[in-house]
């Protein structure tokens, strides 16, 4: 195991790039490894986004009906308004 490996950064749930805060409700400590897997994986979308890119990407795999459903039931709010899913001091 590396050195790199053990150790921790700090990471910001809803991203400073889409109006995230640095308060406590939005920070976590991750290591190192996992920031930037996480950073690689999901590029700053929140975590709507996240899901409905999972979706698209399994649309082979999912019943028509499930996938419609999950689109539907994930995009029936406005997922680029952070305001609807987080907390106010989490958002500047």
């Not at 999972?54 to 308004?81: F, N, Q």
Request: aromatic share 6%.
């Amino acid at each position: 195991m590396s050195k790199l490996e053990n150790q921790y950064s700090i990471h910001h749930i809803l991203p400073r790039s889409q109006h995230g805060t640095s308060e406590s409700c939005n920070i976590e400590l991750l290591k190192n490894t996992h920031h930037r897997a996480i950073h690689t994986l999901f590029d700053n979308k929140m975590i709507a986004e996240q899901l409905i890119r999972t979706v698209e990407l399994s649309e082979k795999a999912l019943r028509d009906d499930v996938r419609d459903w999950l689109l539907e039931t994930l995009t029936s709010r406005d997922i680029d308004d952070p305001y609807l899913r987080y907390k106010n001091e989490c958002i500047k």
